[in-house]
């Protein structure tokens, strides 16, 4: 499989710089019966039943770029990817002292003597009350730098990332952020903190749409992904078995997969971060199952799934990943994933997927091509041809799995 084979024309202008005025007024792509129309997305509501099951991912991206400023008035800019010590998200926010994180550094040329050099920046509160802010750099880590930070105050890391740093909006918008990215770049049912990208499928949502979702039935289940900088990472080699995929880490609660197994109806999964680690969720119980494992170094590599039995019911899954937490006395599944969906991957947990459109040669597309098969050229030719906006500020899709189309 080539990477070339998912490629497309995607002009400048069909993306989406800002958001709309109003979230869900957006278009609506709808793929479904192996046809293809045009909606709002303000009437998703009108294909949902009352036995049907949405899964968000509730991750809230963090303020994660902070620009330090040498005395010689070099800027450097700090792009904190993931917690490196402590390695868990929420005890690193949780730290008032300091912290080390693995992160992207702008201009690491003019940081100069950097292995025993610091930055400093002051940071004047609401108040009056100042804090002043280090940044060491430690050491080189895969493709990134681990950099310590201390600071002063007492001050919990995140609410100084709050106060210092800015939101990290896609690269391909090419501008800075402004303040409108600040609440839009966010889902209005975000809660944990920690993605350095927002899950761009629940941005379309409003309060009042999920108000009347609910109205009608339709229940909702909620899973945290927390998404890497590694979802922009565009394809380095054609032959796609050559590329080397980000990890993700992520945590679903033993209510939800109990109401996985209870669902009756369509399960759609909002976003690809949703799908994948719902998939990710029944192959870690097919590996339990297998190795007769428990909770210890929950991880699922990139082509792992293709591997492991490919005939174990979804049902008998699940159960075993109930049971272990059950028998663990613990509430939630904390795990990671590097699996990477390509065509010809059959999925287990979910019949649609609601999504925007999304970069050529991405992995994205590819876990697209596997969802709706070769149709996947007609969708986007489709948008195109529709004025659709594209990527992350642009307009989503409700696509039906291949299998049931």
Same mark, same amino acid.
């Given at each position: 499989?080539?990477?070339?084979?998912?490629?497309?024309?995607?002009?400048?202008?069909?993306?989406?710089?800002?958001?709309?005025?109003?979230?869900?007024?957006?278009?609506?792509?709808?793929?479904?019966?192996?046809?293809?129309?045009?909606?709002?997305?303000?009437?998703?509501?009108?294909?949902?039943?009352?036995?049907?099951?949405?899964?968000?991912?509730?991750?809230?991206?963090?303020?994660?770029?902070?620009?330090?400023?040498?005395?010689?008035?070099?800027?450097?800019?700090?792009?904190?990817?993931?917690?490196?010590?402590?390695?868990?998200?929420?005890?690193?926010?949780?730290?008032?002292?300091?912290?080390?994180?693995?992160?992207?550094?702008?201009?690491?040329?003019?940081?100069?003597?950097?292995?025993?050099?610091?930055?400093?920046?002051?940071?004047?509160?609401?108040?009056?009350?100042?804090?002043?802010?280090?940044?060491?750099?430690?050491?080189?880590?895969?493709?990134?730098?681990?950099?310590?930070?201390?600071?002063?105050?007492?001050?919990?890391?995140?609410?100084?990332?709050?106060?210092?740093?800015?939101?990290?909006?896609?690269?391909?918008?090419?501008?800075?952020?402004?303040?409108?990215?600040?609440?839009?770049?966010?889902?209005?049912?975000?809660?944990?903190?920690?993605?350095?990208?927002?899950?761009?499928?629940?941005?379309?949502?409003?309060?009042?749409?999920?108000?009347?979702?609910?109205?009608?039935?339709?229940?909702?289940? +909620?899973?945290? &992904?927390?998404?890497?900088?590694? =979802?922009?990472?565009?394809? /380095? %080699? @054609?032959? #796609?078995?050559?590329?080397?995929?980000?990890?993700?880490?992520?945590?679903?609660?033993?209510?939800?997969?109990?109401?996985?197994?209870?669902?009756?109806?369509?399960?759609?999964?909002?976003?690809?971060?949703?799908?994948?680690?719902?998939?990710?969720?029944?192959?870690?119980?097919?590996?339990?199952?297998?190795?007769?494992?428990?909770?210890?170094?929950?991880?699922?590599?990139?082509?792992?799934?293709?591997?492991?039995?490919?005939?174990?019911?979804? +049902?008998?899954? &699940?159960?075993?990943?109930?049971? =272990?937490?059950?028998?663990? /006395? %613990? @509430?939630? #599944?904390?795990?990671?994933?590097?699996?990477?969906?390509?065509?010809?991957?059959?999925?287990?947990?979910?019949?649609?997927?609601?999504?925007?459109?999304?970069?050529?040669?991405?992995?994205?597309?590819?876990?697209?091509?596997?969802?709706?098969?070769?149709?996947?050229?007609?969708?986007?030719?489709?948008?195109?041809?529709?004025?659709?906006?594209?990527?992350?500020?642009?307009?989503?899709?409700?696509?039906?799995?291949?299998?049931?189309?």
């Amino acid at each position: 499989m080539t990477i070339t084979d998912f490629s497309y024309d995607l002009p400048d202008e069909r993306i989406a710089k800002y958001p709309l005025d109003k979230r869900d007024r957006s278009k609506l792509l709808v793929y479904r019966n192996g046809l293809i129309s045009a909606d709002v997305f303000s009437h998703l509501p009108d294909y949902f039943g009352e036995a049907d099951m949405l899964a968000f991912n509730n991750t809230r991206v963090i303020r994660a770029r902070i620009e330090m400023v040498k005395e010689t008035g070099a800027r450097i800019e700090i792009f904190c990817l993931e917690p490196h010590e402590p390695h868990d998200y929420q005890i690193s926010f949780a730290q008032q002292h300091s912290c080390q994180w693995k992160c992207m550094v702008g201009n690491l040329k003019k940081w100069k003597s950097r292995k025993s050099g610091e930055l400093g920046k002051r940071i004047v509160l609401d108040g009056g009350a100042e804090i002043e802010l280090q940044a060491e750099y430690i050491t080189r880590s895969d493709q990134c730098h681990v950099i310590r930070f201390s600071w002063t105050g007492g001050m919990d890391f995140g609410s100084l990332l709050d106060a210092c740093g800015c939101t990290p909006i896609p690269p391909y918008l090419n501008r800075k952020t402004e303040e409108i990215d600040e609440t839009r770049y966010q889902t209005v049912y975000s809660k944990h903190k920690g993605s350095v990208a927002a899950p761009t499928a629940g941005l379309h949502f409003t309060p009042q749409m999920l108000q009347k979702l609910s109205g009608k039935g339709v229940k909702f289940s +909620e899973i945290t &992904l927390h998404v890497g900088a590694g =979802t922009f990472r565009p394809m /380095q %080699q @054609n032959d #796609v078995s050559q590329h080397e995929m980000h990890v993700e880490y992520f945590s679903v609660q033993l209510d939800v997969i109990r109401n996985l197994l209870a669902n009756k109806g369509v399960l759609t999964a909002v976003g690809t971060t949703s799908l994948r680690a719902l998939e990710s969720i029944y192959w870690l119980g097919v590996k339990m199952l297998e190795n007769n494992t428990g909770l210890e170094n929950l991880h699922l590599d990139q082509w792992e799934a293709y591997s492991l039995p490919q005939n174990i019911p979804i +049902e008998q899954s &699940l159960k075993k990943v109930c049971e =272990t937490l059950e028998i663990n /006395q %613990q @509430n939630s #599944v904390f795990a990671a994933t590097k699996m990477m969906i390509v065509p010809g991957y059959m999925f287990r947990i979910c019949q649609r997927l609601i999504t925007n459109f999304h970069q050529p040669q991405s992995t994205l597309l590819l876990l697209v091509g596997a969802f709706v098969g070769d149709r996947w050229k007609d969708i986007y030719q489709y948008a195109l041809e529709n004025d659709f906006r594209f990527l992350s500020y642009g307009d989503g899709s409700l696509l039906e799995y291949s299998r049931f189309s």
